[in-house]
């Protein structure tokens, strides 16, 4: 018996014979549809727009809002398994794209059981892609008026934020570190991500401003960027056995942010995709960057 046809069993002996309904651009969703989510961005909207009624299961990092983190995960986005997409029942998967998904063999037999899915068309990259995505999912999930209301919010908090930035006087330089591997060496993010871009409409400076979106760093170059401000996410924070040891780290120790008392723990979901609460997230930042420079 081929492989494919082995999934295939497999996957209805899971989620039942559903006749091939659901297409990959469906326009109803169906009240009993079972909808297995694989991406942090989505996540955060659906739930923002109070769609998140049919979703079973997500992928470990959709951690925001809370609530999601309570649904069964189906592994990383990268790392999926086969077997917990399949204990799901999924009769439909949400997802940003199948190049975000991994290992290439899952995705090939999510492919060959021709489990639907759905990718909306709009890539948030900045605020108003952010509001047509936001838009698209509400269309979608039939909540036109609650991505009507979460795009004036957006706009009203970064409108604040941006306001907010040209009353300092100053532009600390920042750097955020997602995570400090036991060799000293630190995964850090650079201009080009969409941290670089908060942190730039908050006023502030990114101290790494090459290509890509993030690289790592030894103890030594972390020491010679000098940032006066550092952003420990929480992948990495909340793996110190005390807070006070992220002073202690080689090549953070003797920061301007380490001597100044500027290392500050962030949600990583606050800083790596734009969503709904962008502006709001962004206002927080300033309180971070800027805590000696209130805006006058």
């Known amino acids: 018996m081929k492989k494919s046809l082995i999934l295939r069993i497999l996957f209805l002996a ?3 014979i559903s006749c091939g309904r659901f297409g990959n651009k469906p326009s109803n969703l169906n009240p009993k549809q079972r909808i297995v989510l694989i991406s942090k961005q989505y996540c955060e909207i659906i739930y923002a727009l109070g769609a998140q009624e049919n979703i079973v299961a997500v992928d470990v990092s959709s951690t925001y809002p809370p609530e999601a983190t309570k649904l ?9 398994s086969i077997e917990g997409l399949l204990s799901a029942k999924p009769d439909l998967i949400i997802t940003t794209g199948w190049k975000e998904l991994g290992p290439e063999h899952v995705v090939r037999q999510i ?4 489990i639907p899915t759905k990718m909306f068309d709009t890539k948030a990259t900045d605020i108003p892609s952010t509001e047509a995505l936001i838009r698209e999912m509400g269309s979608y999930f039939g909540k036109e008026s609650q991505a009507d209301s979460l795009c004036r919010k957006l706009e009203t908090d970064m409108a604040l934020a941006l ?6 006087s100053t532009k600390p330089k920042v750097l955020i570190i997602h995570y400090g591997r036991a060799t000293n060496a630190y995964l850090v993010v650079s201009k080009k991500s969409i941290a670089g871009k908060m942190i730039e409409w908050a006023g502030g400076t990114m101290a790494i401003t090459d290509s890509l979106t993030m690289r790592q760093l030894s103890a030594e170059v972390v020491t010679q960027y000098d940032p006066d401000v550092i952003l420990l996410t929480d992948f990495g924070f909340d793996r110190l056995d005390k807070p006070e040891t992220i002073k202690e780290l080689p090549g953070v120790s003797i920061t301007k942010a380490a001597r100044n008392n500027r290392i500050y723990r962030v949600e990583a979901h606050d800083l790596i995709y734009l969503g709904p609460r962008t502006g709001e997230n962004v206002i927080n930042l300033q309180k971070l960057i800027h805590e000696e420079e209130p805006a006058s």
């Not at 069964?72 to 999926?80: E, I, N, W």
């Not at 492919?111 to 021709?114: A, S």
């Open 14 to 16: 899971f989620a039942g």
């Open 72 to 80: 069964p995960t189906v592994g990383y986005h990268r790392a999926l």
């Open 111 to 114: 492919q060959e059981l021709n």
């Open 163 to 168: 306001e907010n930035a040209t009353q300092y």
